[in-house]
């Protein structure tokens, strides 16, 4: 057979393939319909078949089943017109992530990790204030004294309706508490200088009332500090924060030269933070081992505490850590260090949350971030920590006592006509330091 010959009949053949194809695709759809849909063949093939080729050679097969499902998703859920992509593909990360049943090692969306590292930076483009979310509504949250929404005469649970004219009711329809303290806070925020109109329900009155505020830098502090009557030096941390360290040498510039009888580092409620802030806070207290790293393989790596200016160390001054179930990680070990590693330090409170485990941040190509659990923290006498807490030397349970006054912090307020708040943890822990006193119905833990 010619050459010619050959070309014409492989045209030939190609062309009634076309034909045949075009005539059984024809005739499918007029008989089946919608059962099946000519336009389900394409995503029936993909998006799997591309993005696999990203997928390394040794687990193609493996992420074959993935993409299966994900196909038959999109061409065959009866709401596939509305799916939401992305929230799918946030969905299988969690999923993933899920089964190393490690809580810590978790996933963050992008709005979620940018709001994160602002808050970690210890400052924020805002109007100066947390959120509370309660039944699907939107209130203010202990606001800052000196942020933009006090300033505006905003105050504490008063509920915020709509953001720039969004209804927030209808936004966070849905949404669990803190996706939807996401959602109202990405809106709130935004950069130093620009502006926000809120639609607000006061607390106090009822009344509806809608004012534009300018956003400010707003700075949100991690110190709290001050000196008592009594000649005590008191240091409260919040959380370990990029700005606290800074924050922790300026209260011992103000407090030291007082010549304070001694300390009380308050880290009740504190959720932990950075370590390495937690190592400089650390290091103007003693000098030496702040904790042991232990990898999954069980070897120890010693890690020490971070010094700064001599002039503001605090080594030879009596101290007690208050801590409860709310101290935890970076605060946990920071009160396992200086009970290990100073004889004059006592821990006093509840028993902390026993969170032991350290995280690196990596921060993802779609703006969010993955937190992998590498290692596990113990104390400088190797004690493990996570899932097991610090049980301090006194456990004083807390309790609002009259009878145990104590100076007002964090965002406590006297009573009308008084002075003090009552707080028995933080009035023994003044007690012990004064005159030697310990808490009563209690005894030292074996240090």
């Not at 010959?5 to 919608?34: H, M, P, Q």
């Not at 100066?128 to 203010?140: H, K, N, Q, S, W």
């Not at 709310?326 to 509840?350: H, K, N, P, T």
Request: hydrophobic share 40%.
């Amino acid at each position: 057979m010619s050459i010619p010959t050959r070309a014409i009949l492989r045209g030939s053949l190609s062309a009634l393939l076309l034909v045949i194809g075009f005539v059984a695709g024809w005739v499918g759809n007029a008989l089946y319909g919608d059962r099946f849909p000519i336009a389900s063949l394409v995503p029936a093939l993909g998006p799997g078949l591309v993005a696999n080729q990203g997928t390394p050679p040794e687990l193609r097969q493996r992420f074959s089943v993935f993409w299966e499902v994900w196909n038959l998703v999109e061409s065959q859920h009866y709401q596939r017109r509305t799916l939401d992509r992305q929230r799918m593909i946030w969905g299988a990360i969690r999923g993933m992530l899920a089964t190393l049943n490690d809580q810590y090692t978790v996933y963050q969306e992008p709005e979620l990790a940018a709001q994160t590292n602002e808050h970690m930076q210890g400052r924020q483009g805002g109007i100066g204030t947390y959120l509370r979310i309660t039944d699907g509504r939107a209130y203010l949250w202990k606001p800052f004294k000196n942020g933009p929404a006090v300033a505006a005469g905003l105050a504490q649970d008063d509920e915020i309706l709509a953001v720039d004219g969004q209804e927030i009711g209808p936004l966070i329809a849905g949404l669990d508490t803190n996706e939807a303290a996401v959602k109202v806070a990405a809106m709130i925020r935004g950069q130093p200088g620009t502006e926000v109109t809120l639609r607000i329900r006061r607390a106090a009155t009822g009344e509806v009332i809608e004012l534009t505020i300018t956003r400010a830098d707003v700075v949100v502090p991690s110190v709290e500090s001050r000196m008592f009557p009594q000649g005590i030096a008191y240091i409260r941390i919040s959380e370990f924060k990029v700005n606290t360290t800074r924050e922790f040498d300026d209260a011992l510039r103000e407090l030291l030269p007082q010549n304070p009888k001694g300390m009380i580092l308050d880290l009740r409620n504190n959720p932990g933070g950075f370590l390495q802030n937690a190592q400089e806070v650390l290091g103007r207290l003693y000098e030496g081992t702040a904790l042991f790293e232990e990898n999954g393989e069980g070897t120890l790596t010693e890690l020490r505490t971070i010094s700064g200016d001599r002039s503001l160390r605090a080594f030879d001054l009596p101290l007690v850590v208050l801590v409860n179930g709310g101290s935890a990680s970076a605060s946990e070990i920071v009160a396992g260090a200086l009970r290990d590693s100073r004889d004059d330090v006592f821990l006093l409170g509840e028993k902390t949350f026993g969170k032991g485990s350290v995280q690196n941040i990596y921060t993802l190509s779609d703006g969010g971030s993955a937190r992998i659990t590498f290692a596990h923290w113990l104390t400088p006498s190797k004690e493990q920590i996570h899932q097991v807490g610090i049980v301090p030397q006194y456990v004083v349970p807390y309790a609002e006592d009259k009878d145990t006054p104590a100076p007002c912090v964090a965002d406590r307020q006297p009573a009308p006509g008084s002075t003090t708040c009552p707080d028995n943890q933080l009035y023994y822990a003044i007690q012990l330091l004064v005159t030697g006193t310990p808490p009563p119905a209690t005894s030292a833990a074996a240090r």
